[in-house]
């Protein structure tokens, strides 16, 4: 046993996502997939040193590289940075920076760390195989600090942000991630963000659904959902036609309402003016205690489950939101669901997967 400061690491952590990293083969893959612009003969840090390092600190809580000094000289770092790199310095913040500023900013390779991205996904999912694949599309906020390029005022956020995309599956995976300027519809560059992913499963044999808020309830968003051969379920907003259809269903109960919330479902084919053909509408009625008018909610699916079952459905995008917490702060871990199976796509085996809001 020796007592020495610099062989003392608070991230002895990294060890076993060092460990899963080359179970799966991860950051390996960018040896062949980023493009190395350093053009020196004194380099020191092959680009795969670099990635790990640039995500491994991450996960430890490092959100940039102003710690790179410190990490350099850490233990943990030095183990899990590169080949053999325990005997050795991992890279400095100068290295680090110019590895985040120069040499991933280069067209290739933004391309080719989406791709990346992918990649990782697919070779995760390899070692769990399932007979569907779920996604939840959402928006979110990045603030920023200073005139940064792009950022603007989002009043839905109330922030001065960059609003990024993202594409999730139900083990939280990231399927795909896209950062717009601030002055974008939450639904801008969703083809762009979905194709690729898209792609990698359409031949894959699995049932698909997808599940969005009202941002994207678009008719060229079900074409394409339609064409690929996809079940989804997206909030639709609310307007005279729709609510004409629930009509009968907006007269308050008769008598003193009960404290939990009266709920009633209904279902209906709609067309609105810019559709092609009409499509399966589900709505959803909610009379709660102490409130004088009902909640109303629509949904547009083309989902086979009864009313009430295509709504349990869409409410379990609401787990997308705990995988945008994550993006946004830390990374936490599942637990074991208690609740009742999903009607539609069948049991999961966790919370986090779990449609139902338990």
Known sequence: MQFHGAKVTTDAGLLAVRELDEALGLTELAEVTLLDTRTGRNVQHDQVALLRQSVYSRLAGYEDTNDGERLAVDPAMR???GRGASDRQAASTNTLSRFATETLTHAENL???AQLNGAWVSRALDKTKRP????DLDSSESPVHGQQEGSSYKGDFGVVCSPPLFCFNPDGDCEAARLRPGHVHSADDWQQLLAPVVARYRD????KYLRADGAFGKPEVYQYLEQEGFRYALRLPANKVLMGHIEHLRTRPV???PKPPILWYHDFSYQAARWPQPRRVVAKVEWHWGELFPRVGFVVTNLRATAEESLHFYNGRGTAEQWLKEEAGFLRGSTLCTGPACPVIGSWPIKSDCPWVC
């Open 79 to 81: 183990a899990v940075g």
């Open 132 to 135: 569907r694949v779920l996604l």
């Open 255 to 257: 008598g003193r309402p």
């Open 204 to 207: 894959s044999g699995l049932r």
């Open 111 to 113: 391309a080719a760390l």
